[in-house]
């Protein structure tokens, strides 16, 4: 049967698939669909939680995951357009403006 | 009503130095001077009502403004007590300083740091009257340190003058002289708290009356040792042997606060604890016997350096020594009202010479050598009248104030027996009349041998004499209160009777002492009045170089102490400062600037670099978390 | 191997595998793709299957939720604010040493797999809001979320309206420009500077 932690370790993976995009990509808006993909594994965790364990609390987790996740969105590709309104790109080497 | 009295009196000085305070970096104003002196004023006002009540209904006040340490067994007030002698002390310190804050608004006029100057000057007074009015050793203490501070403030008050060499000026420079003063101070006052503590220790208080009323059940051991240590402390606040050369060369401050400072109030406060906490000295008489030998001695021994110095404010500051030294002698031979008496009464007369000195300094444009003064009194009278009079006080002439006073503590080493004391008191009487007058005669009678193409002698101004005046008044008078001061003081005080035997000589033993002091006045008058001879064989002599350098005695501190200590520090300086302190703290510095340094190149402002280092960190801490679980 | 084959033949089983391999291999084409509608289009359908997942373990109120907010909403606002941007164009950017990449990455999935691989010790996991039998599971959801998690709701929803206004803020200022036409407006300028400094 297909336990638990079957469905840990395909979000584990998923997770870490995310995490290889955040550190390998320099475009923002790529950046942003990585964070995405990390969300979502962490969804599935939740989901497989509450379900082996019949609780509501991980769906209740994973419902506020998602509308942060709508919020992140909305703000991020605002702050994403005025960028390229300014600096007429989205590669982070780019904007290194802040160097030490 | 009377508590009011006693807050008035102690706060009125802190108000006016605040107040000065507030102005103490703008130009001269007279004004600052002028509420000053009406708040110093005031507080003389209420003290002197304070002692007229006292003296009238017997009751000290005693006022307990608030708790100032409270821990445990420990309990320290803010306490106030104004008893017979503590409002004695009020009155004489309120009424000459001031006088001397009327008399610096004349005397600093073109000064200017005027201002900052009233500031200092009643924050000292405030700082004397915590120390005389405290009903504890605790707030006697605060005040001790407060009147250090106030004179290291002052007679630093010129600090700008630069460094001398000590055959031009023995005192160096004001920043050195007030250094000289506050450390010496501090040596002594390691003493002093080591005294409160073993009374601490012993007793659990520090109220006077715990701890009197204490005394009988301590061993006498530890009652020596408290009094010998309370005594150092006394040493070096009232400029005592070995600690005595502060005292000559604080003369470096501005003359009113020798005056008021080194004469009339802080250098007595010394005596003021030996009187005060007579009830321990009573029980301790060879503690008592000790302080008794060492006050004759420094009389002798101060006034012999006085005898042939040229300065005339280190001559007067020599005689303020050689007076402290019978002040002591009284307290240790057990005549504590009498040590009062001789204290009020030298405050008197001793304020009066030193601003009479200072008129002189003011007339002479701040030349202080006698040997270039001379036949002043022409330009000068009131001020020699002043002058002359305050120094037939100190030679202890009848009917003048000294007279009463010195006599008596003359009579007393009679009287106990101690012949060695009675003679050497009796020597530096004739001393002590001889070198005031040889200063009074060097300075205003004789030839003018100052420049006169530079030096255009004048009389100070009106108010300012006229300021005076009370003191001259006082020093006249003081004697005739005798016997009521007496009573008065002696229901707190032990009281002392000279015994049958020393009644029986009295007249003998006073006309000895006039002999002797109307003998050092004729002295001075031979040789001095017609102006100077100066008699090079004389001034080469061994004995009259020994005493004009001070015994040698600020050379030898130089030399064995300062010298070596400096070397000692230069040696720390470079071996353990350098060598291991400074560098172990750069080593941390130049650790943290090279990482910092190094670190950051990690701040490339590269968003995506960041997110690596960040996941290099979750990495990092998921690897500890699973390692900590497995071995968990 | 055994138990592999037996679970793969099973409904659930197959779905979860089926599901599994899908949303990897889609997701692995989203972070390495260097075309944004490939990416995009790849991260939308694995969202879509991650829903699958959620039908699976009963959570179907959530996975109608994935649905409707993720591939409806958001997928969609990302689809808008590329209009934006040229999205046709390749993405040209010097991604991080790949070395440094794998092995971070892999070692945050190899510690994640071990830490969620070993069996759970803990017998005394008490489930805080229990679900009910016979009760639907939308309807159960909306009893929990609308009583013991009445507070964080109200919150999310003024953090997605405060969230609508900044994007919308963020995003409109300048909208009657073109950015491309900015972008084009920027370079004729330099254009007109270079020919001055040439006379």
């Keep these: 049967m297909i336990g638990l932690s079957h469905y840990l370790i395909v979000s584990a993976l998923l997770f870490s698939i995310g995490l290889i995009g955040v550190l390998r990509r320099r475009n923002l808006l790529m950046l942003f669909f990585a964070t995405e993909v990390m969300l979502n594994a962490v969804n599935i965790a939740f989901a497989a939680i509450s379900h082996f364990y019949n609780d509501l609390t991980g769906q209740m987790f994973a419902f506020f995951v998602i509308a942060i996740a709508a919020s992140e969105v909305a703000v991020g590709l605002g702050i994403l357009i005025v960028l390229y309104k300014k600096h007429g790109s989205l590669d982070l080497d780019d904007l290194a403006t802040m160097k030490g | 009503m009377m508590e009011k009295l006693v807050y008035i009196a102690l706060f009125a000085p802190l108000v006016s130095s605040l107040f000065a305070a507030m102005f103490a970096m703008t130009p001269r104003k007279t004004f600052v001077g002028i509420i000053a002196s009406l708040l ?14 006292i ?116 005192s160096i420079s004001p920043s050195w002289a007030a250094n000289e003063a506050f450390i010496m101070n501090r040596i002594a006052d390691l003493g002093m708290l080591v005294g409160l503590f073993i009374l601490y220790w012993n007793v659990g208080s520090l109220q006077y009356d715990d701890v009197f009323a204490a005394i009988p059940n301590l ?67 060879e503690v008592s016997y000790f302080i008794a030998a060492l006050g004759t001695f420094v009389a002798f021994f101060a006034a012999s350096m006085a005898l042939v ?100 503590i003359i009579e007393t080493a009679f009287n106990e027996g101690t012949y060695i004391l009675w003679i050497m008191l009796v020597v530096t009487a004739g001393m002590t009349a001889f070198y005031s007058f040889r200063q009074v005669f060097l300075t205003f009678h004789g030839t003018e041998r100052y420049d006169h193409h530079e030096i255009h002698p004048h009389e100070m101004y009106k108010f300012v004499l006229i300021a005076m005046s009370p003191l001259a008044i006082l020093a006249v008078i003081a004697g005739a209160f005798k016997d009521g001061f007496e009573t008065f003081v002696t229901s707190l005080l032990p009281a002392y009777h000279m015994s049958e035997h020393t009644h029986h000589y009295v007249w003998l033993l006073t006309a000895i002492v006039t002999l002797f002091a109307v003998g050092g006045i004729a002295l001075a008058y031979i040789k001095y009045n017609k102006g100077l001879e100066r008699n090079e064989k004389l001034e080469n002599s061994f004995i009259y170089k020994l005493l004009s350098n001070q015994y040698y005695i600020p050379n030898l501190y130089t030399e064995l102490i300062s010298k070596p200590y400096a ?66 | 191997m055994e138990n592999f084959l037996a679970s793969l033949f099973t409904f659930q089983g197959f779905a979860f595998y089926l599901f599994s391999f899908l949303t990897i291999i889609l997701f692995w084409i989203t972070v390495m793709s260097n075309n944004v509608l490939y990416a995009m289009t790849s991260l939308a359908s694995g969202m879509v299957l991650i829903s ?70 803990s017998e005394s996991i008490q489930a805080l809001y229990p679900m009910h039998e016979g009760v639907g599971n939308a309807q159960d959801v909306g009893i929990v979320l609308f009583t013991k998690y009445l507070v964080p709701f109200e919150v999310a929803a003024l953090m997605l309206l405060v969230a609508m206004i900044a994007g919308i803020i963020l995003a409109g200022k300048k909208m009657d420009q073109s950015l491309t036409e900015i972008m084009d407006e920027d370079a004729g300028e330099d254009e007109i500077l270079t020919q001055k400094d040439e006379k």
């Design chain 2, 219 to 285: 061993d006498q051991w530890i009652l020596n040792g408290a009094a010998l240590a309370l005594f150092i402390g006394a040493m070096g606040k009232s400029a005592q042997f070995p600690l005595h050369t502060w005292l000559t060369d604080a003369m470096e401050g501005p003359t009113p606060v020798s005056a008021l400072i080194h004469a009339a109030t802080m250098v007595t406060a010394g005596v003021f604890l030996v009187i005060r906490a007579n009830p321990l000295f009573s029980v301790t008489p």
């Design chain 2, 567 to 632: 070397m000692i520090s230069e040696k720390f300086w470079h071996g353990v400062d350098m060598k291991i302190v400074d560098r172990t703290v750069d080593g941390v510095a130049h650790f943290l600037y090279k990482s910092g340094d190094v670190n950051r190149r990690m701040q490339t402002g590269n968003l995506s670099h960041y997110l690596n280092w960040m996941a290099v960190g979750a990495v990092v801490l998921m690897v500890a978390a699973a390692v900590t679980a497995m071995i968990g």
């Design chain 2, 309 to 408: 110095n040229r300065d005339l404010k280190r001559i007067i500051a020599f005689s303020t020594l050689s007076q402290l030294g019978y002040m002591f002698a009284a307290a240790g031979l057990g005549a504590y009202w009498i040590a009062l008496f001789h204290l009020v009464a030298h405050a008197f007369f001793k304020a009066l010479l030193f601003l009479g000195a200072g008129n002189v300094m003011h007339a002479m444009h701040d030349e202080l050598d006698i040997f270039k003064m001379g036949g002043l009194k022409k330009v000068m009278r009131p001020t020699y009248i002043y002058m002359g009079l305050a120094s037939l006080t100190l030679a202890g002439i009848f009917p003048l104030a000294g007279f009463f006073s010195k006599d008596a």
């Design chain 2, 55 to 170: 003296f009238t209904t017997g009751e000290a006040v005693s006022v307990t403004m608030m708790q100032w340490i409270g821990m445990g067994d420990l309990y320290i007030p803010f306490g106030f007590v104004a008893d017979q002698v503590s409002v004695t002390m009020m009155t004489m310190v309120s009424l000459i300083s001031t006088i001397v804050h009327v008399y610096s608004i004349g005397y600093m006029d073109h000064d200017k740091s005027f201002n900052r100057f009233f500031s200092y000057l009643s924050a000292f007074v405030f700082s004397m009257m915590v120390l005389v009015m405290s009903d504890n050793f605790a707030g006697l203490f605060i005040g001790w340190e407060g009147v250090g501070v106030c004179s290291w403030l002052l007679i630093g008050f010129w600090y700008h003058k630069p460094d001398q060499s000590r055959e031009a000026n023995p």
């Design chain 3, 52 to 121: 699958g997942f959620f039908f699976i373990l009963g959570a179907d109120f959530l996975g109608v939720v994935q649905l409707i907010v993720y591939v409806g909403a958001i997928m969609a606002l990302y689809s808008f604010a590329m209009m934006f941007f040229d999205a046709t164009r390749e993405i040209k950017e010097k991604n991080t040493n790949g070395a440094v990449v794998f092995v971070l990455g892999g070692l945050s999935a190899l510690m994640l797999v071990l830490m969620f691989a070993a069996p759970i010790h």
């Design chain 2, 40 to 53: 110093l004023f005031t507080g003389f006002v209420a003290s002197a009502t304070l002692a007229v009540n």
